[in-house]
T-cell receptor
């Protein structure tokens, strides 16, 4: 059973436009949500996070939105840049446990110049 | 560089051999995690240490896998009698003790079992 789903394996966006990456989760016990970016041959790099007490968190070009009722998380990148091309993973955790993260399967973002 | 480091970066071994990987976390982080990532998937949790205590293990961690974190500093992950299905990227992450601290990942060890 997949607790975290990223239904789009890939996404292509023109440079300067908005990239929207989506993530759905099933367990309402999750209360901490993160996005990681991964380049080939490197480990995941933390991008941005949000806790369940918020519905939006912004950091520069990156904004994460949380819809708890829909159990849906999204990452907006605006404006998109070619250097943003990477695999993006959403991850969820629970503050009541060891807080291991459960990851989605990733979305390959390609930003076209 | 004060990030998470892992050694080796790549390991090729024959089926049935034992392998050991090392992770050095960020020095002030007392929590350490091991994950495994296979092609087309996100990282999957294997085990968790708080200081030197191994507090949680996934069902993915079969009896052939063992992890240690002596003195609460670096950690090792050993796989005995490797199988082809063990071929994967093994990732280590660490975090501090705050309520929502994100995990910082190392570059991973790519294991290929022939």
């Amino acid at each position: 059973d997949q607790q975290v789903k990223q239904n789009s394996p890939s996404l292509s966006v023109q440079e300067g436009r908005i990239s929207i990456l989506n993530c759905d989760y099933t367990n309402s016990m999750f209360d901490y949500f993160l996005w990681y970016k991964k380049y080939p041959a490197e480990g995941p790099t933390f991008l941005i996070s949000i806790s369940s007490i918020k519905d939006k968190n912004e950091d520069g070009r990156f904004t994460v939105f949380l819809n708890k009722s829909a159990k849906h998380l999204s990452l907006h990148i605006v404006p998109s840049q070619p250097g943003d091309s990477a695999v993006y993973f959403c991850a969820v955790g629970s503050s009541g446990s060891a807080r291991q993260l459960t990851f989605g399967s990733g979305t390959q973002l390609t930003v076209l110049p | 560089d004060t990030g998470v480091s892992q050694d080796p970066r790549h390991k090729i071994t024959k089926r049935g051999q034992n392998v050991t990987f090392r992770c050095d976390p960020i020095s002030e982080h007392n929590r350490l995690y091991w994950y495994r990532q296979t092609l087309g998937q996100g990282p999957e949790f294997l085990t968790y240490f708080q200081n030197e205590a191994q507090l949680e293990k996934s069902r993915l961690l079969s009896d052939r896998f063992s992890a240690e974190r002596p003195k609460g500093s670096f950690s090792t992950l050993e796989i005995q009698r490797t199988e082809q299905g063990d071929s994967a990227m093994y990732l280590c992450a660490s975090r501090g003790s705050g309520r929502y601290n994100e995990q910082f990942f190392g570059p991973g060890t790519r294991l290929t079992v022939l």
